[in-house]
């Protein structure tokens, strides 16, 4: 299974709107709505941003949005704060009942 | 509030087998409607998921295909915890190794991670 496919960096000022595209294959985002976002801060474990392509879990602002068409899935960030300055992972469930991660984007707040 | 603990080795011999326990509160691992993960990290491989198991009536485990032949991931009811071993290691599988619970798809706890490193 290849990793899904993801910029490897990406950066706005504060108050601006960044988004972040995953793109895979009709094996795994093309077939599932089961694409969920992850930010990890430097030496932290991943955080749960958003599940089930656009749901986020309690606690996450709802300035972290996500959708999808076809073979990719997008995140977007509105209203850049210095704090969402992290990296972002996508991964999505596959036909072969495994998982499948992105390769991360750096998000950097100028 | 569901809470995951590591623990294991962060250094084992090339060959040997690499072993950590996730000891989980807040939740069962013979929960019905979540699943147990295993995910590791290296700057050369990024996010790679390793496997899974679950209890549905009885267990199931999915493994990635890249490690299928050398994981087990082993629940234990006993102790409400679940265990990941890899055999054969090599200096490839030196990683930071996390344990996290998977629900509606996604996994929305995960442990502290485990710097393991594969070196004689």
């Known amino acids: 299974q290849s990793a899904l496919t993801q910029p490897p960096s990406v950066s706005g000022s504060p108050g601006q709107s960044v988004t972040i595209s995953c793109t895979g294959t009709s094996s795994d985002v093309g077939s599932y709505n089961r694409v969920s976002w992850y930010q990890q801060p430097p030496g932290t474990a991943p955080k749960l941003m958003i599940y089930?392509?656009?749901n986020r879990p309690s606690g996450v602002p709802d300035r972290f949005s996500g959708s999808k068409s076809g073979n990719t899935a997008s995140l977007t960030i509105s209203g850049l704060q210095a704090e969402d300055e992290a990296d972002y992972y996508c991964?999505?469930?596959?036909?072969?009942?495994?998982?499948?991660f992105g390769g991360g984007t750096k998000l950097t707040v100028l | 509030q569901v809470q995951l603990q590591q623990s294991g080795p962060g250094l084992v011999k090339p060959s040997q087998t690499l072993s950590l326990t996730c000891a989980i509160s807040g939740d069962s691992v013979s929960s019905n409607s979540v699943g147990w993960h295993w995910i590791r990290q290296s700057p050369s491989r990024g996010l790679e998921w390793l496997g899974r198991t679950k209890y549905r009536s009885k267990w199931y485990n999915d493994y990635a295909v890249s490690v299928k032949s050398r994981i087990t991931i082993n629940p234990d009811t006993s102790k409400n915890q679940f265990s990941l071993q890899l055999n054969s290691v090599t200096p490839e599988d030196t990683a930071v190794y996390y344990c996290?619970?998977?629900?509606?798809?996604?996994?929305?706890?995960w442990g502290q991670g485990t710097l393991v490193t594969v070196s004689s």
């Open positions: 089930e392509v656009s």
């Open positions: 996290a619970r998977g629900k509606q798809w996604a996994l929305d706890f």
């Open positions: 991964s999505s469930y596959t036909n072969s009942n495994t998982w499948v």
